[in-house]
Nanobody, 114 residues
């Protein structure tokens, strides 16, 4: 089992920045990749960014060049630095860990005002 706890969400004006954190605990040795997904009201959950255990990253098209995912292996934590935020970035951001199973965090709300 893997437990994920997200933090760092909040309210920010358009053009601002936020940094999300996702701390993993439990069977962390089994994690192959971790990522961030988001879900806006009335929309499907979508990929924001993912990082593998080897450090390979991938981003959703809408956030390329504005968001950056990173990880601190010593702290078992993944970060999402979000810059140049837009109102359409508003949603609940979920942390995901992929091992032999998939684990999700409880989500953290990000609201970007125009």
């Amino acid at each position: 089992q893997v437990q994920l706890v997200e933090s760092g969400g909040g309210l920010v004006q358009a053009g601002g920045s936020l940094r999300l954190s996702c701390a993993a605990s439990g069977s962390i040795f089994s994690i192959n990749a971790m990522g961030w997904y988001r879900q806006a009201p009335g929309k499907q959950r979508e990929l924001v960014a993912v990082i593998t255990s080897g450090g390979i990253t991938n981003y959703g098209d809408s956030v390329k060049g504005r968001f950056a995912i990173s990880r601190n292996n010593a702290k078992n934590t993944v970060y999402l630095q979000m810059n140049s935020l837009k109102p359409e970035d508003t949603g609940v951001y979920y942390c995901k860990a992929i091992s032999i199973s998939v684990f999700w965090g409880q989500g953290t709300q990000v609201t970007v005002s125009s």
